[in-house]
């Protein structure tokens, strides 16, 4: 069974920068999708990034295209998820979540149910 811990998260500043890690653990497949979503209280879950593990697709976001990076470091087991530039309307808080290679497609890897498995999030917060 797949678990997932987020961490990285905090407080900063406009224009700032954070990187978020998501720590993993019982992965069974070699080709999977991996993704970052944020969510603000009273609202769905959005997504923010989702990179393609064994392949070389990632999506992003219109909201942070240019700004974030997603990225996979398979010798650690962690996914990643660098921003910069960041602004007052990123304040959510970002869980990383895994899809199975089934649930693994485009465009569908844009909504939350098509990852069966999450993290327990972590806060980021921008003060302008």
């Known amino acids: 069974q797949v678990q997932l811990v987020e961490s990285g998260g905090g407080s900063v500043q406009a224009g700032g920068s954070l990187r978020l890690s998501c720590a993993a653990s019982?992965?069974?497949?070699?080709?999977?999708?991996m993704g970052w979503f944020r969510q603000l209280e009273g609202k769905e879950r959005e997504v923010v990034a989702v990179?393609?593990?064994?392949?070389?697709?990632?999506f992003y976001a219109d909201s942070v295209k240019g700004r974030s990076t997603i990225s996979q470091d398979n010798a650690k087991n962690t996914l990643y998820l660098q921003m910069n530039s960041l602004k007052a309307e990123d304040t959510a808080m970002y869980y990383c979540?895994?899809?199975?290679?089934?649930?693994?497609?485009?465009?569908?890897?844009?909504?939350?149910?098509?990852?069966?498995?999450w993290g327990q999030g972590t806060q980021v917060t921008v003060s302008s």
């Open positions: 979540a895994y899809a199975a290679p089934g649930y693994c497609r485009a465009p569908s890897w844009r909504l939350a149910r098509s990852f069966g498995t």
């Open positions: 990179i393609y593990v064994g392949g070389t697709t990632t």
């Open positions: 019982g992965y069974t497949y070699s080709r999977y999708c």
